[in-house]
C-alpha cells in the first residue's frame, strides 16, 4: 500500500500551472502552516478555508466542437477546470472547535464580480479561474480569508465515486429530467439506492422546477452527508491508490499532499455532530424582478452566520437583530404512522411555536427523529430536541427552506407513543 501510494503522490503536481500574482495575493494572506507532522503524519496546525468548486465543460461548448449524438450525456462532458462552477462550497476545518463546516453557495447567487460587474458567482471561474472566484466569494461573505482552492471536474467526480465504491442515498421521489441542448438526461427512482459515479452525478445535477438551483444544492449536501458517514473498510482502504489516482488526474488545487492528508485525516475523525453544512441565506428572485433569475442574497442574515461559523467579527448590535423572534418548524413523518405529527404539533403549540408547518412525508423510515437546523441556528434546534425529549441535531440546509427547523419524525418517536399507549 505504501508503494502504491508513492507512484500515486509522485506524478503530475496537483496544482496544474503557477500561480498568479492575483491567487498568491488571496491565497497568501495568512502565511502560518496548515499542517505539520506528528508522529510521521501531518496534522492540521490551525484552522483553515478551502474553496471547493465543482466545474462544468461540456465538449459541445468548446471552439470547434462538433455536436454529440443525443443522448449521450456525460461521455461528452470534457475534462478541464475552467468552465462554469456548478458547485461551490467554502470549508472551515477548525482543529480548535473539532468541527468542519461547510456552507453551501448557490451558483446563481447575485453578486459584484470584481473587474467584471454584476452577475451569477459561477461565472467568476469562468472569467478568472480560482483566484477571482476566492476573490469573489471573499468579498461577497464580509472578507472571510480563504486559504486553498481545490476543483473537481463533474468527469472526475464521477470517477471518484467510482473509485469509493459508490455512495448510498435516499432519493425522496423519482428525478427525471431530459435536456438535449446540455446533454442531461437524468432518471432515478424514488428510494433507498447506491449510486455509481454516472448516477451520483445525475443525483448532484437535477433541478427541480420548485426550488431550482437551491434543491441542487440541497441534494449536494445530502450526498456529502452520506460520503461522510460511508464506514471506512478493508475495500475501502484497498481502492485508496485508485482514489489518489483520480484526484491526481482531475483536480486543481494549491493544497499540498501533507495538507490534503491533514485535512481529510481530520474530517474522517469527526462524528456527525461536528459536521455542520449550511446555506449562504437568500430568497429566489421573482418573476420579471431581473432579466434572468437570481438566488438574492440576504446581508443581514450573512453576517451574523459568517461570525457564528467563520469567525468573523459582528457588531453586538447586529447580532442583537439577528436573533429570530419566533422560530418557523417543519414537521415531517417518515413513520407512517397517522398520530405522530399530531402530538408534536400540540407539544410545539403548548411551547410556545405558532409558526408551524406540515410537509410530505418521506417514502424511507428514519431510525431516530432528526431535527434539523435549517439556516444553522444550533441552539433554536436544541431547545426543540430537549421540548421533545429525543432525537438528533443536525446542522445541514437539507430541510424546508421556508423554516427555521424542520423536524423528521423517525422510529425512536413512534416506539416512545406506542409506549405511552401501551401498544405491545
Do not use: C
Request: no cysteine; hydrophobic share 40%.
Amino acid at each position: 500500500m505504501g508503494a502504491a501510494l508513492a507512484v500515486v503522490f509522485t506524478g503530475k503536481p496537483l496544482q496544474r500551472r503557477a500561480p498568479t500574482a492575483a491567487e498568491t495575493a488571496i491565497f497568501g494572506q495568512n502565511p502560518a502552516n496548515i499542517a505539520a507532522a506528528t508522529l510521521g503524519l501531518p496534522n492540521l496546525t490551525r484552522p483553515v478555508h478551502v474553496l471547493v468548486l465543482g466545474t462544468v465543460v461540456l465538449s459541445v461548448d468548446l471552439p470547434g466542437a462538433t455536436p454529440p449524438p443525443a443522448g449521450q450525456a456525460f461521455d461528452h462532458v470534457e475534462g478541464n477546470l475552467e468552465g462554469l462552477s456548478d458547485a461551490m462550497l467554502l470549508l472551515r476545518f477548525d482543529p480548535r472547535a473539532n468541527k468542519v463546516t461547510a456552507l453551501s453557495i448557490p451558483r446563481d447567487s447575485r453578486v459584484e464580480i470584481p473587474g467584471y460587474g454584476v452577475g451569477k458567482i459561477n461565472s467568476a471561474n469562468y472569467f478568472g479561474g480560482a483566484g477571482l472566484a476566492a476573490l469573489t466569494v471573499s468579498q461577497t461573505l464580509g472578507n472571510v480569508p480563504i486559504d486553498r482552492y481545490v476543483r473537481l471536474n463533474v468527469h472526475g467526480f464521477g470517477q471518484l465515486m467510482d473509485a469509493v465504491g459508490g455512495v448510498e442515498v435516499v432519493v425522496p421521489k423519482p428525478l427525471k429530467y431530459r435536456d438535449d441542448s446540455q446533454r442531461l438526461y437524468i432518471d432515478l427512482p424514488a428510494g433507498r439506492q447506491k449510486l455509481d459515479g454516472a448516477k451520483a452525478i445525475q443525483y448532484m445535477r437535477y433541478r427541480d422546477a420548485e426550488y431550482g438551483d437551491v434543491g441542487r444544492v440541497q441534494r449536494q449536501q445530502a450526498l456529502v452527508r452520506a460520503l461522510k458517514e460511508q464506514k471506512l473498510n478493508v475495500g475501502t482502504l484497498s481502492r485508496l491508490p485508485e482514489i489518489l489516482r483520480v484526484l491526481r488526474n482531475n483536480i486543481d488545487t494549491n493544497l499540498s499532499v501533507n495538507e490534503m492528508l491533514a485535512l481529510g485525516g481530520f474530517a474522517a475523525g469527526l462524528e456527525r455532530r461536528h459536521v455542520d453544512m449550511l446555506l449562504l441565506p437568500g430568497r429566489f428572485s421573482e418573476a420579471g424582478e431581473f432579466p434572468l433569475s437570481y438566488w438574492l442574497l440576504e446581508p443581514t442574515q450573512i453576517r451574523p452566520l459568517m461570525a457564528a461559523h467563520f469567525d468573523l467579527p459582528m457588531a453586538a448590535s447586529e447580532a442583537i437583530a439577528a436573533i429570530p423572534a419566533a422560530g418557523q418548524v417543519a414537521l415531517q413523518d417518515t413513520t407512517a404512522a397517522p398520530d405522530s405529527l399530531l402530538a408534536v404539533r400540540q407539544i410545539l403549540q403548548e411551547a410556545g411555536y405558532a409558526n408551524l408547518q406540515t410537509l410530505d412525508p418521506l417514502p424511507t423510515p428514519l431510525p431516530q427523529t432528526q431535527i434539523v437546523a435549517q439556516n444553522g441556528d444550533r441552539m433554536l434546534a436544541a431547545k426543540i430536541r430537549d421540548r421533545l425529549g429525543l432525537g438528533e441535531v443536525v446542522v445541514e440546509a437539507t430541510g424546508d427552506l421556508r423554516s427555521d427547523v424542520t423536524i423528521r419524525l423517525g422510529q425512536d418517536w413512534k416506539n416512545r407513543q406506542r409506549g405511552k399507549k401501551g401498544t405491545p
